[in-house]
């Protein structure tokens, strides 16, 4: 047993390195989470104003959960680097 711990802990854990030349990538990554999260800010707007417009009773909750929706997109998008990371590091 003491001889697999000793393995275990002898096995390097690089961090992460961005490779030489994938730049660009991070840019396109950084102009997808800009897209994403103007989509959800206008997801937030049209579910605002179809619940100033359709006031009739019991939809409420409907419109609620359009919001509560988008209010989760914008979590996740913004939450993406650290969520990958996360479950990269377990």
Do not use: N, Y
Not at 12 to 24: A, F, I, K, L
Not at 40 to 68: D, F, N, V
């Amino acid at each position: 047993m003491s001889l697999l711990v000793t393995i275990l802990t002898a096995v390097p854990d690089p961090s992460p390195v961005q490779p030489p030349g994938t730049e660009g990538l991070t840019s396109i990554m950084g102009w997808v989470k800009w897209v994403a999260l103007a989509i959800c800010i206008i997801g937030l707007i049209i579910a605002g104003a179809m619940m100033a417009i359709q006031s009739r009773r019991g939809e409420g909750g409907e419109h609620a959960g359009k919001i509560g929706m988008a209010l989760g997109g914008v979590i996740v998008i913004s939450a993406a680097g650290s969520l990958v990371g996360f479950l990269m590091a377990a």
